[in-house]
């Protein structure tokens, strides 16, 4: 069992930076790929960035690459969003999501644990 609970998120605007944080409960996080996913009003979950066990492979949907980094502290328990160059497209709710493989990570019908969210709002 992984509990995920996010945090970091809050009020921007345009061009700003924010860091997400999701601490992890469990001592088999180590062995989860992370993911980190958003759903803006109105439509679907949608995926955002992935890494695997190590945190040696990363991969970014092409709206955020070069924007967003994906990092983990498996030390800590930690993931870690780092999000730049922010627009008002960056507006949703951003979820911490575990799947038990890395080429799972990406897709929402195969993740194992998800948390509860925490809100970005980027304004113009």
């Known amino acids: 069992q992984v509990q995920l609970v996010e945090s970091g998120g809050g009020s921007m605007q345009a061009g700003g930076s924010l860091r997400l944080s999701c601490a992890a409960s469990g001592r088999t996080f180590s062995t989860y790929a992370m993911g980190w996913f958003r759903q803006a009003p109105g439509k679907e979950r949608e995926f955002v960035a992935a890494?695997?066990?190590?945190?040696?492979?990363?991969y970014y949907t092409d709206s955020v690459k070069g924007r967003f980094t994906i990092s983990r502290d498996n030390a800590k328990n930690t993931v870690i969003l780092q999000m730049s160059s922010l627009k008002p497209e960056d507006t949703a709710v951003y979820y911490c999501a575990a799947a038990r493989y890395y080429s799972a990570v990406r897709g929402i019908n195969d993740i194992a644990y998800w948390g509860k969210g925490t809100l970005v709002t980027v304004s113009s």
């Open positions: 890494i695997n066990w190590t945190g040696s492979s990363t």
